[in-house]
């Protein structure tokens, strides 16, 4: 079945330093991908999106790669801020079937000055 | 992009009670979703509410502790039956527009004593 596996966390970062989520899914066609980010005590909101191979998804300075040959979707920054701290989650919709998202676990991401 | 309210934003409720949280969305859609999150957890799809017919509940969630309402194409209602301290999560609900984007509401904090 469908499904996507997320870097486990904590993650704790220096500001400025880089920062990589991994990201992989399993899904039969061809999915879109996305990554979600929970700021603490909001709502779930939309970092980017990306929806065939090869495009990049971008926003706030942060990217990611939809790689279908490792079947990848990995989450990067150059230089985080303290204010990028959050949970971060890997997501995908599949082309078939309902239009539901299937969620990674989760990566909670903390910047410190 | 979609607005999305949810009422109540959060709740203390008491076991054995039950909780109907609504979901309002500032356009019409076809499927509707919801979700919950557990304390440390990713999403998890509860059922699929589609306008005029029942709702589609995914496995460990049955009808008699999550009824769904759908009444039209822009509102939704979940109930938390017979709650537990176990039932203490984030439920949000979510919509998907064209192409394959999903927007999610603010979420409703339960707490269940």
């Known amino acids: 079945g469908d499904s996507v596996t997320q870097m486990e966390g904590p993650v704790t970062l220096s500001e400025e330093a880089f920062l990589t989520i991994n990201c992989t899914y399993t899904a039969t066609g061809y999915p879109s991908l996305f990554w979600y980010v929970q700021y603490p005590g909001e709502g779930l909101q939309l970092l980017l999106k990306?929806?065939?191979?090869?495009d990049k998804g971008s926003n706030k300075g942060f990217e990611a790669t939809y790689r279908k040959e490792t079947t990848s979707f990995h989450l990067e920054k150059g230089s985080v801020q303290v204010s990028d701290s959050a949970v971060y989650f890997c997501a995908l919709i599949t082309q078939t079937g309902a239009n539901n998202l299937f969620f990674g676990t989760g990566t909670r991401l903390t910047v410190i000055p | 992009s979609a607005v999305i309210s949810q009422k109540p934003s959060r709740d203390i409720c008491q076991r054995g009670t039950s909780l109907t949280i609504q979901c309002q969305v500032d356009s019409q859609v076809t499927m509707m979703f919801w979700y919950r999150q557990q304390p440390g957890q990713s999403l998890t799809l509860i059922a699929t509410a589609n306008q005029g017919s029942e709702a589609t509940y995914e496995s460990g969630f049955v009808i008699d502790k999550f009824p769904i309402s759908r009444p039209n194409l822009t509102f939704s209602t979940l109930t938390v039956s017979n709650m537990s301290p176990e039932d203490s999560s984030i439920y949000l609900c979510s919509v998907v527009r064209p192409p394959n984007e999903q927007f999610f509401g603010p979420g409703t904090r339960l707490t269940v004593l």
């Open positions: 990306a929806t065939k191979a090869d």
